[in-house]
Nanobody
Framework: VQLQASGGGLVQAGGSLRLSCVAS????????MGWFHQAPGKERELVAA????????LIADSSKGRFTISRDNAKNTTYLRMNFLEPEDTAVYYCAAARRTGRSINYYHSSDRYAYWGQGTQVTVSS
């Protein structure tokens, strides 16, 4: 499956952005989707994940109450809505796809669960 992420940019602290990830090449509903971020010098970390149906989500503690993950299976698209952005959110954001296994969404917390990755989109939050 090929993934194309977009929607990053420069925003002031307290602002909002919506990232989009369009998938192609395979049946979208066979995949759990995730968003990860990676800041310079740091490891890639989960931001949020969503089950193939969209009924289950997993949000990282640092993102709870601020970020929302959703998907539109008719459009093969996953979204990450980010509100109340902070300078600490500055990173490259990647979308990723993991083939569904029937496991709990909590299984998909780690980057090594995902076989397919988009190219990343830069998010910069100024203070």
């Amino acid at each position: 499956v090929q993934l194309q992420a977009s929607g990053g940019g420069l925003v002031q602290a307290g602002g909002s952005l919506r990232l989009s990830c369009v998938a192609s090449g395979r049946t979208f509903t066979n995949y759990v989707m995730g968003w990860f971020h990676q800041a310079p010098g740091k490891e890639r970390e989960l931001v949020a994940a969503i089950s193939e149906s969209g009924r289950s989500t997993l949000i990282a503690d640092s993102s709870k109450g601020r970020f929302t993950i959703s998907r539109d299976n008719a459009k093969n698209t996953t979204y990450l809505r980010m509100n109340f952005l902070e300078p600490e959110d500055t990173a490259v954001y990647y979308c990723a796809a993991a083939r569904r296994t029937g496991r709990s969404i909590n299984y998909y917390h780690s980057s090594d669960r995902y076989a397919y990755w988009g190219q990343g989109t830069q998010v910069t939050v100024s203070s």
